[in-house]
T-cell receptor, first 111, second 114 residues
């Protein structure tokens, strides 16, 4: 699976959009980009995933660059409950049973 | 909709004792997984079951055994617990063990071995 790079920490004001970047420059054509978050050692919570196109669901939007080497997770109106560690994961056919969690980005939403 | 349910939530064991962590999912998923997470670290795959009747080792299988009891249930057994197995254990499931199928996690089981 391709390696991902995320900033270790970010801050965002409550009510503003939180934009979390992820670099995955070695991604291959059949690998998906997944985003999970973990709130203080609770179970990882699935947020969104995509292959090539931008995706949106009730939680977030995922913007993948045309060359697929990077992506951005957007939480449109961040709340205090969005404070968590966010993980960007690239997942391919080989070893698809395994999610490789890196260090993630610790997002803090400030009042 | 409960999703993935794990029991027990907390457990303290003495070195050498055995125990089984239970996991059940109600999403009719074919694939199930056991991960562990140590403090400040990412999750590591212990074992997984791609479908009922099959199990395979993950990254860190030593000291553990698993049983896929039926499509819903996947248990993890520690035969002789060691302090190095102190960790948070997460069970997970997905429709299939393929890259386009989302993996959903339970809330975790906190295990301390003294």
């Amino acid at each position: 699976d391709a390696k991902t790079t995320q900033p270790p920490s970010m801050d965002c004001a409550e009510g503003r959009a939180a934009n979390l970047p992820c670099n995955h420059s070695t991604i291959s054509g059949n690998e998906y980009v997944y985003w999970y978050r973990q709130i203080h050692s609770q179970g990882p919570q699935y947020i969104i995933h995509g292959l090539k196109n931008n995706e949106t669901n009730e939680m977030a939007s995922l913007i993948i660059t045309e060359d697929r080497k990077s992506s951005t997770l957007i939480l449109p109106h961040a709340t205090l409950r969005d404070t968590a560690v966010y993980y960007c994961i690239v997942r391919g056919f080989q070893g698809a049973q395994k999610l490789v969690f890196g260090q993630g980005t610790r997002l803090t939403i400030n009042p | 909709n409960a999703g993935v349910t794990q029991t027990p939530k907390f457990q303290v064991l003495k070195t050498g004792q055995s125990m089984t962590l239970q996991c059940a999912q109600d999403m009719n998923h074919n694939s199930m997984y056991w991960y562990r997470q140590d403090p400040g670290m990412g999750l590591r795959l212990i074992y997984y079951s791609a479908s009922e009747g099959t199990t395979d080792k993950g990254e860190v299988p030593n000291g553990y055994n698993v049983s896929r009891l039926n499509k819903r249930e996947f248990s993890l057994r520690l035969e002789s617990a060691a302090p190095s197995q102190t960790s948070v254990y997460f069970c997970a499931s997905s429709e299939r063990a393929s890259s386009g199928n989302t993996i959903y996690f339970g809330e975790g089981s906190w295990l301390t071995v003294v």
